[in-house]
Each structure stands twice: as C-alpha cells, then as structure tokens.
Nanobody, 120 residues
C-alpha cells in the first residue's frame, strides 16, 4: 500500500526549530524526487523545498532559504525538513510529495500533512 506519512509538526516559539519527517512506503522511494509543500489558512499552496532522487540536488523557496534544510535517507525511505529560526509566517500544514519526473515535474503522491504552528 502506497503511503507518505509526515510527522514532527507541532507548536514552537518564534526562533525555534522543528524537524519534519516523511516516511514513504509502497513505491521505489529512491527513484523519486521528494518535495515539501505548505499551505497556510486562506493562502495558496507554496512549494518549500525539493530534493532530487539521489539527494545530490536541492532547491528552496526564497522565504525559507538559509533557514530550512531538506535531506533524505534512501535506505530508510525517509525525507526530512530541518526548520530553524522559525517565524510566525511559517505556520502552515506541511505536506511531503513524491515526484517521479524530478523536482520540476508534477507530484505523483501526497502525504496527509502535519501542522506547524509558530507562536509565542
């Protein structure tokens, strides 16, 4: 059964850190680029970061560059998003997505999302 399961969200104070994980199963994880996308209430979905299937290439939205780091462990079928220096505007539901065609392609599979709330 194909699954993407995000975890690691929660409530954190501004300036704090969180590490999101997305565990994949049911498909050949190492053949897919993986991305993180977020959606805040009343706002459009925003691509946050993407990592190539091998992990050799990454990209980030300008809004998170130098604060967030994406990584993956193909042996564990897991992709991570380390989020540092969090701001209230980072509050959103964060989704991971799998892209067979690479980071510039559409997303084939989606997780259910994990809530990140940045507030004092």
């Amino acid at each position: 059964q194909l699954q993407l399961v995000e975890s690691g969200g929660g409530l954190v104070q501004p300036g704090g850190s969180l590490r999101l994980s997305c565990a994949a199963s049911g498909f050949t994880f190492s053949r897919y680029a993986m991305s993180w996308v977020r959606q805040a209430p009343g706002k459009e979905r925003e691509g946050v970061s993407c990592i190539s299937s091998s992990g050799g290439s990454t990209n980030y939205a300008d809004s998170v560059k130098d604060r967030f780091t994406i990584s993956r462990d193909n042996a564990k079928n897991t992709v991570y998003l380390q989020m540092n220096s969090l701001k209230p505007e980072d509050t959103a539901v964060y989704y991971c997505a799998a892209k067979r065609g690479g980071c510039l392609s559409y997303s084939d599979y989606w997780g259910q999302g994990t809530q990140v709330t940045v507030s004092s």
